[in-house]
């Protein structure tokens, strides 16, 4: 993506701060710097390809060396209790309905494969009644 | 725990997941151990899941298990000190699986070899003998095509698709049109054999001992019909199970195929055993000889078809243990791979007519020879020739084909003699 804030800027920004807090500063940090690009990347992907890995692996990938590179420039220890809660509150927004077992085949609900199922045993039936009776017409009962 | 998260798609998804919810009471909480993830379990039980494929030698049909502590945390391995999940089931019994699956794969390949030659044989005594020819045998040779092409493409996919597990990472578009043809001549294999029980119904209940049917409804049912299971499974398969080359057989999609093929064969079954109803109630009194001959023929195909059909039924119950397992597989490997070589053997050699019409060519051959040699070694030859070409035995009565004939139709060309022996196997 084109638009974003360069990992530089982001550098330049956390070492204007003064007072190196891992608490309530290092949280406002990701917040402001690393959010804002992680929102839009997403939005510009469609919702249901959000639990798609593939998809979403490098602006998770971004966000997460974000946040390590704000804690690294705020010497702070990471990973640390405020990107925990941080990531967790990603994934209830974005992450909270993909299936555990992700993008693995699995077969269509039931009211699906019903039909694929039973349909065509219903034209084999009629197939072989209707050759049946065309057996039976074509010479006539003697 | 992020870090890990990038491991695969298994993990972002499980260290997604560990973070949503959560939960109350005595239990070991979910974690992930690196490999896969694992649920809440209460305190005190023994959690498993299939093994995951990320390694070649792990087989994913077998059990990878994590014991939960009484105390609410996961077990630890004494050695380390760690918590550690079980996962040498995973890879145990590798070796002897694979050695077993290659036995397996060249006992197929080698039915499927055996099921061509006999077909092509028979075919080759149904075309050359044309005095064999009727409606009857039409349709069985139409059979044995149906079998040849199904063991040739069958053998195709075993060998390019099945043994290549590259071909199968590649996932070219060729693979899965290759399946779609595999499952359309498995159809066609089964709708022929169909079509065999039903021009037995219509000769012999419907309309009994009445002229030629005509057999482009039979052609249509046999060869036309089952594409449509074939494209219905293709078209299900690409939008909701969408594997590599289409090769598992982990999903129920496999139904839309085996159904029809199952109906096909239960609807086989209901007409010939209708048949032999109606040859052992009306028939027995007023056209004795004639139904005697029917019931032979009716018999082949009534063996036939338990037979071609056991395998959908007993398929779904493996049994658990692993050496009835083993001989599960082989039974049903030779079942399924040999099927050409049993109608094959069913149909054309244990033929009475088949074995008869051989016969005498053996015994024409052989007196030719003798003849011929005779003509080299000797100049009076004439007397013997005379008397050897007038021993083939005396007359014959075209059992299978009877019903043409006994309206009066003169076949002129084909009035073979052979013995007509009782009790012979009549197929």
Redesign the interface.
């Known amino acids: 993506m084109a638009t974003g804030i360069p990992p530089r800027a982001i550098v330049e920004a956390c070492q204007s701060v003064s007072v190196m807090a891992c608490g309530g500063t290092y949280e406002y940090a990701i917040e402001e710097f690393c959010l804002g690009k992680f929102r839009l990347d997403m939005e510009e992907l469609d919702q249901h390809h959000w639990c798609s ?1 593939e998809d979403t ?1 490098e602006p ?2 971004e966000l ?1 060396n974000c946040t390590y590179l704000i804690a690294l420039k705020m010497d702070c220890f990471w ?1 640390n209790r405020q ?2 809660e941080f ?2 509150r990603i ?2 927004h974005y ?2 309905d ?6 693995q ?4 609900p039931n009211h ?2 019903g039909p ?6 219903l ?3 009629l ?2 009644a ?3 009776w ?3 017409r ?5 | ?3 890990r998260c ?1 491991h695969s ?2 993990s ?3 260290c ?2 560990l ?2 919810a959560g939960g109350a009471g005595l239990y070991c909480n979910r974690t992930w151990d690196g490999w896969l ?1 694992w649920d809440d379990t209460p305190a005190g039980t023994v959690t498993w899941q299939n093994c995951p494929n990320y390694f070649p030698d792990f087989d994913s049909t077998e059990k990878a298990t994590k014991i939960c502590s009484e105390s609410g945390q996961w077990f630890r391995h004494p050695d380390t000190n760690r918590t550690w999940s079980n996962y040498t089931l995973c890879n145990f019994h590798t070796t002897g699986k694979l050695k077993m699956a290659y036995i397996l794969y060249y006992m197929a390949i080698v039915g499927h070899a055996l099921s061509i030659a006999s077909l092509l044989i028979s075919l080759a005594i149904f075309f050359y003998f044309r005095n064999l020819s009727c409606q009857r045998i039409t349709l069985h040779k139409n059979l044995f095509v149906s079998y040849v092409l199904n063991s040739a493409l069958t053998l195709i996919y075993l060998i390019a698709v099945v043994n290549n597990p590259d071909v199968v990472g590649r996932n070219p578009v060729g693979c899965k049109v290759l399946h779609f043809f595999h499952m359309y001549m498995l159809g066609c294999n089964y709708f022929w054999m ?2 065999e029980g ?2 037995l ?2 000769l012999i209940v ?6 030629e ?2 057999l482009h ?2 052609y ?2 046999g060869w036309g ?1 089952p594409l ?2 074939a494209s ?1 499974h293709a078209v ?1 398969r690409k939008k ?4 590599n080359c289409w090769m ?1 057989v982990e ?3 496999l ?3 085996h ?2 093929i199952m ?2 064969l239960l ?1 086989n079954l209901f007409f010939l055993l209708n048949i032999v109803r109606v040859l052992v109630t009306k028939l027995r009194d007023t056209h004795r000889a004639e139904s005697n001959m029917y019931m032979k023929a009716v018999r082949a195909t009534l063996i036939l078809v338990p037979l071609l059909g056991i395998q959908f039924v007993i398929f779904p119950w493996r049994p658990e243990n692993r050496l009835a397992g083993e001989v599960y597989d082989y039974i049903m490997h030779i079942l399924m791979h040999y099927q050409g070589l049993l109608v094959a053997t069913i149909f054309c050699f244990f033929n009475g007519e088949v074995q008869a019409a051989l016969k005498r060519q053996w015994i024409q051959y052989k007196a030719q020879w003798g003849q011929r040699r005779r003509d080299h070694c000797s100049m009076r030859s004439t007397s013997y020739t005379a008397t050897s070409i007038t021993e083939v035995p005396a007359f014959m009565y075209h059992h299978d084909c009877n019903s043409e004939h006994l309206n009066g139709r003169h076949t002129s060309e084909d009035s073979e003699l052979v013995a007509l022996k009782t009790g012979e196997t009549y197929a």
């Open positions: 890995w692996v998770y990938g997460t990973p990107v925990d990531f967790i994934h209830k992450f909270h993909c299936s555990l077992s992700g993008r085949l699995r077969d269509p699906i494969l694929f199922i039973v349909v065509p045993i034209v084999t039936l197939m072989t209707l050759v049946v065309r057996s039976k074509s010479e006539g009962i003697v | 725990m992020q870090r990038f798609e298994s972002f998804v499980c997604v997941w973070y949503v993830c169909l079509c039903i021009y119904h219509t419907v309309a009994v001992f009445a002229e049917q005509h409804w039979y249509l049912l019909f449509v299971p219905i299900a909701y199970f969408d594997d598992s999903t129920h999609l139904y839309v195929v159904g029809p109906a096909a609807v």
